[in-house]
T-cell receptor, first 112, second 114 residues
Framework: DQQVKQNSPSLSVQEGRISILNCDYTNSMFDYFLWYKKYPAEGPTFLISISSIKDKNEDGRFTVFLNKSAKHLSLHIVPSQPGDSAVYFC???????????FGTGTRLKVLA | DAGVIQSPRHEVTEMGQEVTLRCKPISGHNSLFWYRQTMMRGLELLIYFNNNVPIDDSGMPEDRFSAKMPNASFSTLKIQPSEPRDSAVYFC????????????FGPGTRLLVL
């Protein structure tokens, strides 16, 4: 039973346009969410996080939106760059635990 | 400061053989996590340690898998005997003991069991 779902396995976007990666979760006890980026042959690297007390967090070109009522979060990348081409994982954690549940990832390809 | 170090980076073995994966966490981090990545299931947490003590091993698939953390700077994940369905990328990650703390991942070990 996947508690964190990334329903789009892949996404292609033109350079300079917006990339939107989506993530859905089923557990209302999740209170902290992360996005990781992963290049081939490397481990995932932290990108941006959001707490359940917020609905938006920005860091440069990256913005994460959280819709608690819909149990949905999204990552916006504006403008997209070829170097953003990678696999993006969302992860969620329950209150008071260290255990993150990861989605299966979305492969983003930014076309030059 | 060096990141999380894993060895070997690649391992090819035959079914039935013992496999040992190694991890050195970031100095000062006292939580360590072992993950397995497959196409079908994505990143799955196998086990995590806090201050060298296993806290949650509910993700360990079966008794063929075992993990140890003899000290703060070293951990092993062992598969004995290995099976072809164990083929995956195994990641180690570490973090400080703060609930909202980010986990830092190593480069992974790509395991192929023939």
């Amino acid at each position: 039973d996947q508690q964190v779902k990334q329903n789009s396995p892949s996404l292609s976007v033109q350079e300079g346009r917006i990339s939107i990666l989506n993530c859905d979760y089923t557990n209302s006890m999740f209170d902290y969410f992360l996005w990781y980026k992963k290049y081939p042959a490397e481990g995932p690297t932290f990108l941006i996080s959001i707490s359940s007390i917020k609905d938006k967090n920005e860091d440069g070109r990256f913005t994460v939106f959280l819709n608690k009522s819909a149990k949905h979060l999204s990552l916006h990348i504006v403008p997209s760059q070829p170097g953003d081409s990678a696999v993006y994982f969302c992860a969620a954690k329950k209150v008071g635990t260290y255990k993150y549940i990861f989605g299966t990832g979305t492969r983003l390809k930014v076309l030059a | 400061d060096a990141g999380v170090i894993q060895s070997p980076r690649h391992e090819v073995t035959e079914m039935g053989q013992e496999v040992t994966l190694r991890c050195k966490p970031i100095s000062g981090h006292n939580s360590l996590f072992w993950y397995r990545q497959t196409m079908m299931r994505g990143l799955e947490l196998l086990i995590y340690f806090n201050n060298n003590v296993p806290i949650d091993d509910s993700g360990m698939p079966e008794d063929r898998f075992s993990a140890k953390m003899p000290n703060a700077s070293f951990s092993t994940l062992k598969i004995q005997p290995s099976e072809p369905r164990d083929s995956a990328v195994y990641f180690c990650a570490s973090s400080r003991e703060i609930v909202q703390e980010t986990q830092y991942f190593g480069p992974g070990t790509r395991l192929l069991v023939l």
